[in-house]
């Protein structure tokens, strides 16, 4: 099965500064790579997320990368702000199949 | 609003007791899962289900079980033969595989 490795699991930084989550995954198979913001004693909502045909996605502040050769993707978050305190989630899977597997989380915490 | 309702979500159990946790969704997704939620574990998948009155064990399947009567619902019962139920219960549904729209979560204390 798939295998999903995120690093690192807590990152802190300062308000402005740029944060880059890192994951990688086992399964050559897997052709889309979401990513989950969850605040504290919520669920995790899809912020993100890139299919195998395309190396870059960009949305405001937030960009994802992805590299198949290395079977690895990034999230990339610029001018921090202390909303975008929380955990965040990379996921992996294979289109074929509904089996979502998830990294551990990094908890990012933005300091003012 | 569209959106996925778990209930409840506070829930205590004392040891020995099975208890069941409520997921309902009005997005109208064919696919519907539980996943497990433990400090520095991520999300480990327990039961997912493609389409009604059909569903597959997940990861850690073990002391639970599902049912998909209807579209809309998917509840799950943490049984007595689960060996550490304590933990945050998260259900989610997709409009296809791996796009997944969560609910707010139920945390379950075994007292």
């Known amino acids: 099965g798939e295998n999903v490795e995120q690093h690192p699991s807590t990152l802190s930084v300062q308000e402005g500064d740029s944060a880059v989550i890192k994951c990688t995954y086992s399964?050559?198979?897997?052709?889309?790579f979401p990513w989950y913001k969850q605040e504290l004693g919520k669920g995790p909502q899809l912020i993100i997320d890139?299919?195998?045909?395309?190396g870059e996605k960009k949305d405001q502040r937030i960009a994802v990368t992805l590299n198949k050769t290395a079977k690895h993707f990034s999230l990339h978050i610029t001018e921090t702000q202390p909303e975008d305190s929380a955990v965040y989630f990379c996921?992996?899977?294979?289109?074929?199949?509904?089996?979502?597997?998830f990294g551990k989380g990094t908890l990012l915490t933005v300091n003012p | 609003d569209g959106g996925i309702t778990q209930s409840p979500k506070y829930l205590f159990r004392k040891e020995g007791q099975n208890v069941t946790l409520s997921c309902e969704q009005n997005?109208?997704?064919?696919?519907m899962y539980w996943y497990r939620q433990d400090p520095g574990q991520g999300l480990r998948l327990i039961y997912y289900s493609q389409i009604v009155n059909d569903f597959q064990k997940g990861d850690i399947a073990e002391g639970y079980s599902v049912s998909r009567e209807k579209k809309e619902s998917f509840p799950l019962t943490v049984t007595s033969a689960q060996k550490n139920p304590t933990a945050f219960y998260l259900c989610a549904s997709g409009r296809g595989p791996g796009e997944l729209f969560f609910g707010e979560g139920s945390r379950l204390t075994v007292l």
């Open positions: 399964d050559s198979a897997s052709n889309y």
């Open positions: 997005l109208n997704h064919d696919a």
């Open positions: 890139i299919r195998s045909n395309v």
């Open positions: 996921a992996a899977i294979q289109s074929s199949n509904y089996k979502l597997t």
